[in-house]
């Protein structure tokens, strides 16, 4: 039986789409070991559903988003908050949106399912909960 897979449609804020045309953009200037990982977030972009910040529902991850992610394969519990790369300290959890990781949370939702490629197979989280949206806080500036 052959498995079928269908991409989720996510969601991103205008905001948020504008700095990270501009990331990509300041990115592509430069040669940098984040050059896959750019293509990789410009297609999650391109397949986006743009919306105003006040219009974004609560349960989406945003940039500067706090969430828990579950490990499928271990059953562990992660927090994580979805950073520009400046701001990016993995010790904090502070995870950047150029990281396999960031790029494969963006714009995902409560409920959903984010798998990416690693070395040695297919990394799988679940999204647990959206513990702090900016939007959702009325954060409009972060």
């Given at each position: 039986?052959?498995?079928?897979?269908t991409q989720r449609q996510i969601f991103i804020t205008d905001f948020?789409?504008?700095?990270?045309?501009?990331?990509?953009?300041?990115?592509?200037?430069?040669?940098?070991?984040d050059s896959r990982n750019i293509v990789e977030l410009e297609q999650?972009?391109?397949?986006?559903?743009?919306?105003?910040?006040?219009?974004?529902?609560?349960?989406?991850?945003?940039?500067?988003?706090?969430?828990?992610?579950?490990?499928?394969?271990?059953?562990?519990?992660?927090?994580?908050?979805?950073?520009?790369?400046?701001?990016?300290?993995?010790?904090?959890?502070?995870?950047?949106?150029?990281?396999?990781?960031?790029t494969a949370m963006i714009g995902y939702r409560t409920g959903d399912?984010?798998?990416?490629?690693?070395?040695?197979?297919?990394?799988?989280?679940?999204?647990?909960?959206?513990?702090?949206?900016?939007?959702?806080?009325?954060?409009?500036?972060?």
């Open positions: 039986m052959k498995k079928h897979t948020d789409m504008q700095r990270l045309e501009e990331l990509i953009e300041g990115a592509k200037a430069r040669v940098s070991r999650e972009l391109h397949r986006a559903d743009v919306v105003a910040p006040d219009g974004i529902p609560p349960d989406v991850i945003t940039m500067n988003s706090r969430v828990c992610l579950q490990d499928m394969d271990s059953g562990e519990e992660l927090v994580y908050t979805l950073v520009f790369p400046g701001d990016a300290n993995l010790e904090s959890g502070r995870i950047s949106v150029l990281a396999p990781v960031g399912r984010i798998s990416w490629p690693v070395p040695g197979g297919t990394k799988k989280l679940k999204v647990k909960k959206v513990l702090y949206q900016p939007e959702a806080a009325g954060d409009f500036h972060l």
